[in-house]
């Protein structure tokens, strides 16, 4: 069984995920801010109010955090090709994360691309409403959220 934790971030972490960066996440932040995997992992460090790096068996593989906004959470994960290999331990972390950002903010949202169904599929799952299709420097997003009841 893999050794799969969160831990704290650091920046050595984005240069070593970058490389492999999935391709659909690739593309995700390239349609919506024009950056690199590079620049996307450091800026997610950098903004969020709450940032951890998944490792497994010691090998940063993902990025996950959240960034306040006014009252709002606005949850972000990027991973590397790494994390499709182990879906069932992603999506167990990915509960927990969820109870944790669940018990701190009453409002999470964000936005999708389109394009990428597996990370579309993953938000389902989870319990995010898929809501309206709006366009981001010429893209075709989904905005997501979680409200509190």
């Not at 109010?49 to 998944?54: E, I, L």
């Amino acid at each position: 069984m893999p050794d799969i934790k969160y831990v704290e971030p650091i920046a050595e972490h984005c240069k070593t995920m970058a490389p492999a960066m999935r391709a659909a996440d690739q593309m995700e932040v390239f349609r919506a801010t024009g950056a690199s995997p590079l620049e996307a992992l450091r800026g997610g460090l950098r903004d969020s109010a709450s940032c951890r790096t998944v490792t497994l068996d010691g090998v940063p593989v993902a990025m996950f955090g959240v960034v306040e906004r006014d009252d709002v959470g606005v949850p972000w994960f990027l991973g590397t090709v790494v994390v499709d290999e182990h879906p069932l331990s992603m999506m167990k972390m990915s509960k927990l994360i969820m109870n944790d950002w669940t018990d701190r903010y009453r409002t999470l949202r964000n936005y999708v691309d389109a394009k990428n169904d597996k990370a579309i599929r993953w938000l389902d799952v989870l319990g995010f409403e898929l809501r309206d299709i709006v366009l981001i420097r010429k893209s075709e997003f989904i905005e997501f959220g979680w409200e509190a009841s």
